[in-house]
Every structure is written in structure tokens, then in C-alpha cells.
């Protein structure tokens, strides 16, 4: 099995680690961007409670999770260069959902079926 070369840190990190340490760095930030805040307190019903945009379902705080409704990565065309993925990435407030946790989880393995089967092709 050939490794990938590793041409980045001082050629301690390959472009793929690379690449997933400049992705956790920015999601890292976008959890601090304010329209993404507005979006939760847009969903929410009373103390603790907020609405999932899908099921209609009333839940906690722990059970909620603020979704894209455009997937920041399109599952189809996959990664498509660091300008979209942070332009996807960092939306306004009509760009994110809250959604309970089990539907925040289904709709991430539709999402996963469908990177994988464009990924294969």
C-alpha cells in the first residue's frame, strides 16, 4: 500500500490530514458565527424547547442540532475547492435548520448513501 507524500507541517501531515485540519479548524468557527445562532433561537418555542423543522417534534437543547439545509459538502459532487465549502459552510440564518436528534441522523446517512454511491462511480 503506497502512502500519500507528505508535503505539508514540515512533512509531518499528507494533504489529507491537511485538508481535515482545515475543515475541523473552520467548523470549529462556524460555531461561533452569529446567523447561526438566530437560527436556533428561531426555533425555539420556550425554555429549553425547540421545534425540529422536520418531524415537528418539541426538544431539549441536548436533542437539538443545527443542520444545513444545503449540505456544506454536496453529497453528489462531493468536495468541490475551499471557496464553496466555505461559502456552504458560512450561510445566513434561512440556511440552517433545527433538527431533533433523529432526524438530524437520518438525514446525515441519506447524505452518507449518497456520497458513497457517487463515489464509487
Not at 76 to 104: K, M, P, S
Request: include cysteine; charged fraction near 30%.
Amino acid at each position: 500500500m503506497k502512502h500519500a507524500p507528505k508535503t505539508r507541517c514540515s512533512g509531518l501531515w499528507s494533504e489529507a490530514k491537511f485538508s481535515s485540519f482545515i475543515k475541523s479548524a473552520l467548523r470549529g468557527a462556524s460555531n461561533r458565527w452569529q446567523p447561526k445562532y438566530a437560527a436556533k433561537r428561531a426555533a425555539k418555542i420556550g425554555r429549553n424547547q425547540y421545534v425540529c423543522a422536520l418531524c415537528k417534534a418539541v426538544v431539549g437543547n441536548k436533542d437539538s442540532h443545527m443542520d444545513h439545509v444545503d449540505p456544506v459538502v454536496d453529497p453528489v459532487r462531493g468536495f468541490n475547492g475551499w471557496d464553496e465549502y466555505i461559502a456552504r459552510l458560512f450561510v445566513e440564518q434561512d440556511g440552517y435548520r433545527c433538527l431533533c436528534t433523529e432526524c438530524h441522523a437520518e438525514v446525515t446517512a441519506k447524505q452518507r448513501i449518497i456520497r458513497k454511491q457517487n463515489k464509487a462511480k
